[in-house]
């Protein structure tokens, strides 16, 4: 195996490990991009070694793949510690030295999905940030957010060796209303679940249940949607209700993404990553998201100086995991 601080060897397989979907790609040459990308639904396949082989076998029919990747990096939607991985909102569970033996490759590294998206934001182009607050942003520690399947929360730290990104689960940390209407809100998903975590509502599997928790404030009756319906009849118009729990939605998700922002003192800016955001961004910046953000009392001007960049590239977590590539092989 390779020691830590030498280059891994190319090519390089990486993946992007969610709960609905696993992305994967390639990279070719040393300091290339990723390419060949494709998304594999997660359910269809027994675990990432399935789904990568079905994704590198595509790759050598379509004449992509020259040559058998030597190194890999896989960002998965878990904390990383103890083995098994087991991904917190899919069924597949791993070992490292399964999955290495699986693919073959020299080296493997498995990291957090955010510790990558978190890897990527210096090298982050501006075409591929909507960029909300002021900017350019003060040279500092990052944070991002990312609200998907779950709800995903990193730090990323400069270092004298460096960006060091800090991997965390501060999407499970419970949830604070920000006034009486959404008080009510929390109170009524509380009567489905004892921990009203950020993620129950900002989230894809959390949405339905913050649209059926609005409705029941609202006093009407809510039809059952899956997030991607919500957000497509709030975006449609003529469905108050749908309106109604994205507006809340990107209020709330302000909030907690100025305790982020306060809690890892991120100057540099607080980044909105994720799958949601990007599908409305035109809402999402004229929503109440970045008032709420700063509506922190004596610390509204520390949080107005931060900027909340929203990352528009999808393949951003890709590119962080293959940053981690050349950092050191897997722990």
């Known amino acids: 195996m390779p020691e830590p601080g030498v280059a891994a060897p190319l090519p390089w397989l990486v993946a ?28 269809d396949f027994d675990g990432p070694a399935e789904a990568a082989r079905a994704y590198l076998d595509a790759r050598r029919a379509d004449g992509a793949l020259a040559h058998a990747p030597r190194a890999a990096a ?29 693919l073959g490759v020299e080296r493997l590294r498995v990291l957090n999905d955010f510790e990558a998206l978190a890897l ?29 399947t779950g709800l995903g929360v990193a730090g990323l730290v400069r270092t004298p060796c460096g960006w060091h990104a800090v991997a965390g689960e501060g999407g499970h940390a419970t949830l604070a209303a920000g006034d009486d209407y959404e008080q009510a809100v929390v109170a009524h998903a509380r009567r489905e679940f004892e921990h009203v975590s950020a993620e129950r509502l900002l989230s894809g599997i959390g949405l339905p249940v913050l649209h ?17 319906a919500i957000v497509q009849a709030a975006l449609d118009g003529g469905d108050a209700l749908a309106a109604r729990t994205l507006d809340t939605f990107c209020a709330l998700l302000g909030s907690f993404a100025g305790n982020v922002a306060l809690t890892f003192g991120a100057r540099g800016g607080l980044y909105v990553g994720g799958g949601i955001v990007p599908r409305f961004a035109e809402r999402f910046a004229a ?19 931060i900027p909340t960049p929203l990352i528009v590239d999808p393949h951003a977590t890709l590119a962080g995991a293959a940053a981690a590539l050349g950092a050191a092989p897997d722990a």
Do not use: C, M
């Not at 990527?120 to 002021?134: K, N």
């Open 16 to 43: 992007d490990v969610g709960g609905t979907h696993a992305r994967f790609g390639l990279v070719e040459a040393s300091g290339g991009g990723v390419r060949h990308v494709q998304a594999l639904r997660t359910a």
């Open 74 to 102: 896989f960002a998965v939607a878990t904390p990383i510690g103890r083995e098994p991985i087991a991904l917190t909102n899919a069924r597949w569970s791993f070992t490292r030295a399964q999955l290495r033996a699986a």
């Open 120 to 148: 990527s934001l210096p090298a982050l182009p501006p075409e591929h940030l909507r960029v909300l607050g002021p900017w350019p942003p003060p040279d500092g520690t990052r944070a991002v957010v990312g609200p998907g």
């Open 212 to 228: 059926r928790a609005v409705a029941a404030v609202e006093g009407i009756a809510a039809p059952a949607l899956d997030a991607p």
């Open 287 to 305: 929503s109440r998201f970045r008032a709420r953000f700063e509506a922190k009392g004596r610390f509204a001007p520390y949080l107005a100086a």
